[in-house]
């Protein structure tokens, strides 16, 4: 493989759909809520409204209208240091809210499963129409009523924050335990974020949609029915929702490491000739919504997963910009690897360094899984990325390649505060590309290693774990 | 008894809080219910010695270069000062 024609990273988009309503409907608030129900004035009681959670730090951050590391400056808790100049859009994406998402899941629904109130689907297609993303065509849909074919027996009501009901979500096939109402709302939710975050893409990237050849979704979701509950390729749903008609695609399930597993294997797709523009895409976890909500309502702290964050990354030949996809240095962790962290993080970052010759200190940025730490530290889940950044810091120790009294200093010296909401594959540091392109375009980065893991042994198939990462750098 | 591995020292004294006291955050199934027992951590000296010393190394030896043992210590041995095992 020469240098350059290694693939590249030519665009991704972050957005954020703040759905404060479907927060009930994330799985730690329905088995709470099913042991008690008087707990929903609780929880209603702690959402934000959309202009909180716009103001709010680390989303600023995740649309790239600020770099991760101007959140070291912000005065703790985030919460309650909204960012004056916040904006629904930044260089990298937009944060919709629940009002015009409630349109996105009737425009994802090809069945009829969702129903939402005439007066709310104005509404959404408004705001919509004024986003500029979707055509007059595509908001067509939202004047119809919904088609109500499908069962209505166990059908779940959609509320808004304020606890007003705006519409409802229908069985799918009837008896089929993998169509219930509430797991194809979370598929649906997962489409309907997926799809937006790729239209974004292609506006930012002023791409015709029909130039997308393949899309990889890369969302935990389990898309199917009966007979093959995770069947998939919710990727061509999303494509033919953002209207991306020379499109097929697939899934790649592998946990939370399945971003970076799947912008590999784009990466493979493009340098392979088989495709020139591939696109790895992630919905919205709606299960995941309200994770953390005990430990954040024994703090009296408003509810933070609150909302759904999708992404939408393309892949396609070097373009001039200098920046390579490292493909001849992917680190991976095999069945063989073992399973203690040391053993993890050598083959994901020192073995990968190796073959480049480079030392971990080499390396400008790493971005780990970018969890927001003032979600997850409530709920005494600790600060993911901070424990990261200090087992790589020990590994550089124990390599020789770092003074142990260097240690403390490596979060900040290489590494960046966590400010994706716990999405589950989604903070898998892909969100850093929309910080990390524009600098190693400009030169102000010459390295940047992604690093995943999954926790494949919560499937219950094996005790392992998982992960990937890559490198991407920029041609001198 | 029970070792705890976490790497964070306000983690590592919540999860002993948890096991001797009963849980402090009062959000999982322990609030309330102190089960008195003794807890550890895996890089204490009472724990590692008794290990092999290869398996430890194995095991354990990167993550322990990453941790802040001397505040791990501190917290989990002002846990079991205040409960004492029963």
């Known amino acids: 493989m020469t240098s350059t024609a290694m693939p590249t990273v030519r665009g991704i988009a972050c957005v954020l759909a703040h759905t404060p309503g479907l927060l009930q409907y994330g799985s730690k608030p329905t088995r709470e809520l099913a042991k008690d129900g008087a707990l929903i004035a609780n929880i209603r009681g702690r959402l934000r409204s959309f202009d909180d959670a716009v103001a709010y730090g680390p989303n600023q951050v995740f649309i790239g209208r600020h770099a991760p590391e101007w959140l070291w400056d912000v005065p703790e808790p985030w919460w309650r240091h909204g960012d004056e100049g916040a904006s629904e859009r930044g260089p990298a994406g937009r944060i919709v809210s629940e009002d015009a998402f409630w349109g996105l899941l009737r425009m994802a629904d090809e069945f009829g499963i969702v129903d939402v109130a005439a007066e709310r689907l104005a509404r959404s297609r408004e705001l919509l129409a004024a986003g500029g993303l979707f055509s007059d065509a595509e908001l067509a849909r939202l004047s119809a009523p919904a088609e109500k074919t499908s069962s209505a027996d166990g059908a779940l009501t959609l509320h808004a924050a304020d606890g007003t009901a705006v519409g409802r979500v229908a069985n799918g096939y009837a008896g089929d335990t993998s169509q219930t109402a509430d797991i194809l709302l979370e598929n649906l939710a997962c489409k309907a974020s997926g799809a937006l975050a790729l239209k974004e893409l292609l506006a930012q990237l002023r791409m015709d949609p029909a130039e997308v050849e393949y899309v990889l979704g890369c969302g935990e979701e389990a898309v199917g029915d009966r007979y093959q509950r995770g069947g998939g390729a919710i990727s061509k749903a999303m494509a033919e929702m953002a209207g991306c008609t020379e499109a097929t695609g697939s899934d790649v399930k592998a946990f939370c490491c399945a971003p970076v597993h799947a912008l590999v294997l784009a990466g493979a797709l493009v340098e392979s000739g088989i495709y020139r523009n591939v696109v790895v895409v992630g919905g919205g976890s709606l299960a995941k919504l309200g994770m953390k909500m005990l430990g954040h309502l024994s703090k009296d702290m408003p509810l933070l997963e609150d909302c759904l964050a999708a992404v939408a990354i393309l892949v396609g030949p070097a373009d001039g910009t200098g920046v390579r996809m490292r493909l001849d240095a992917v680190g991976k962790h095999t069945v063989g690897s073992g399973g203690s962290a040391g053993a993890i993080y050598e083959a994901l970052v020192a073995r990968p360094l190796d073959k480049l010759g480079l030392r971990i200190v080499d390396v400008d940025r790493y971005a780990v899984e970018l969890h927001n730490p003032e979600i997850t530290v409530p709920a005494g889940s600790g600060n993911v990325p901070r424990t990261n950044y200090r087992m790589i810091a020990a590994l550089a120790v124990s390599r020789g390649e770092m003074k142990r009294a260097d240690l403390d200093g490596f979060e900040r010296a290489h590494g960046m505060p966590g400010f994706v909401p716990t999405q589950g594959h989604i903070p898998a540091a892909l969100p850093y590309l929309a910080h990390a392109l524009p600098r190693l375009r400009d030169g102000s980065l010459r390295r940047a290693l992604f690093v995943a893991k999954g926790s494949l042994f919560l499937g219950k198939m094996t005790n392992m774990a998982d992960g990937m990462s890559v490198l991407l750098d920029r041609e001198d | ?86």
């Open chain 2, 1 to 86: 008894m029970v070792i705890l591995g976490a790497s964070e020292p306000a983690y590592v004294e919540m999860m002993a809080e948890t096991v001797t006291a009963g849980d402090p955050t009062y959000t999982g199934p322990l609030a309330g219910v102190s089960l008195g027992l003794p807890v550890y951590h895996v890089t204490e000296v009472e724990v590692r010695e008794r290990a092999d010393a290869s398996v430890y190394q194995d095991q354990i030896g990167l993550s322990e270069v990453a941790m802040e043992t001397d505040e791990i210590w501190k917290s989990i041995r002002a846990v079991r000062e205040r409960t004492p095992a029963e």
